[in-house]
């Protein structure tokens, strides 16, 4: 009995007068993040619609864990926030592909005395098309043509080139051709991937002198878990 009591106001010194770990944790204002205490961070961060707390101590070590499931309105609104920056990025992308064919077909036309610059466009898109599994040769564009047609087609406009002339129209038709049917690639912005669900873990410790350690945690995200680091709890901290 007396060794049991002995355990009992242990412990209860260790956590600081009945204070538990779950406890110094939530009351704790992180050096890093000095504008609220962790539990002020977590419940009006809007992230979480549902928070669990557990004292997770063992073996000496005073520790707890958070766990936040995300918000469906948060996973949503995370999508349309994603897919409205890829798709604006998309629509840029498809302006300055726009811009290139028009700029080659001036300077072609212009270079060649042709009148009527959207003919030399209609003749490329007419006698040729992009072949997409040429795309993956470095070495020459994947553009497939009817070189008669588009040959007959550049002699209609322009009587008189040499063969010379009318190679370099024929390799800036086929440049003009690929610019314009090639898929439309975005760089650096992912396309959004619609979340189903997130549980946020976050894991803390209780130092001996009082300090609060975050030691990482984990998320698992529609069935898939991976180890998350201080960039997920200061997510916690942003506000708008």
């Not at 557990?54 to 520790?63: A, Y």
């Not at 898109?125 to 599994?133: I, L, P, Q, T």
């Not at 410790?205 to 998350?228: A, C, H, L, P, Y």
């Amino acid at each position: 009995m007396k060794k049991y009591l002995f355990s009992s106001v242990l412990a209860m010194l260790i956590l600081g007068c009945g204070d538990s770990a779950v406890d110094k944790v939530k009351k704790y204002t992180l050096p890093q993040f000095k504008s609220m205490n962790i539990e002020t961070a977590i419940k009006t961060s809007k992230i979480c619609s549902k928070i669990s707390w557990d004292d997770t101590s063992k073996d000496g070590l005073v520790s707890a864990s958070l766990t936040c499931e995300v918000g469906a309105d948060v996973l949503k609104a995370e999508f349309d926030a994603q897919n409205a920056k890829f798709l604006k990025a998309q629509e840029e992308e498809k302006a300055q592909i726009k811009e290139k064919v028009e700029n080659n077909l001036k300077n072609l036309a212009e270079r060649y005395e042709i009148s009527d610059k959207e003919k030399l466009h209609e003749i490329a898109m007419k006698f040729c098309e992009y072949d997409e599994k040429e795309n993956k040769n470095l070495f020459s564009v994947p553009v497939k043509c009817d070189e008669t047609g588009l040959n007959g087609g550049i002699d209609g406009l322009k009587a008189g080139l040499k063969d010379y002339e009318k190679n370099h129209i024929v390799s800036v038709l086929k440049n003009v051709v690929w610019q314009g049917k090639e898929p439309v690639k975005v760089y650096f912005i992912k396309p959004a991937v619609e979340v189903k669900s997130r549980v946020i873990t976050l894991q803390f410790v209780v130092n001996t002198d009082d300090t609060i350690s975050f030691k990482g945690g984990e998320m698992v995200q529609d069935g898939k878990s991976e180890r998350i680091g201080s960039g997920v709890l200061a997510r916690f901290y942003k506000r708008d």
